[in-house]
């Protein structure tokens, strides 16, 4: 089993943006489906949004218009969140995550507050 590492979460005021990295060496990431996923503490984990490998995406609603999920065509190395315009409500420890897989990686905690 894959663990991903994620990275570039961090605190920022609401309004601002933040791109968060996933990564694991030697992994395929353009075979792969390929989601990020977020969680409050004391909450179920919450599904955000998924890339296929033919590139379509998909987003929970509430994040629709302002995160962009893409992968890293170029070194086939990384999966990235960018997220734009975040809200206090995205405050979450972030997660990517690949489908079958049933490991998580530590995650990246996103704090937005001002």
Do not use: H
């Not at 920022?12 to 503490?41: H, K, T």
């Not at 990517?96 to 490991?103: D, H, N």
């Amino acid at each position: 089993q894959v663990e991903f590492v994620e990275s570039g979460g961090g605190l920022v005021r609401p309004g601002g943006s933040l791109r968060l990295s996933c990564a694991a060496p030697g992994f395929a990431f353009s075979e792969a489906i390929m989601s990020w996923y977020r969680q409050v503490q004391g909450q179920a984990r919450e599904w955000v949004a998924t890339i296929v490998p033919g590139g379509d995406t998909r987003y929970t609603d509430s994040v629709k218009g302002r995160f962009t999920i893409y992968r890293d065509v170029a070194s086939n190395t990384a999966v990235y969140l960018q997220m734009d315009n975040l809200k206090p409500e995205d405050t979450a420890v972030y997660y990517c995550q690949a489908y079958g897989s049933t490991t998580w990686g530590q995650g990246t905690q996103v704090t937005v507050s001002s």
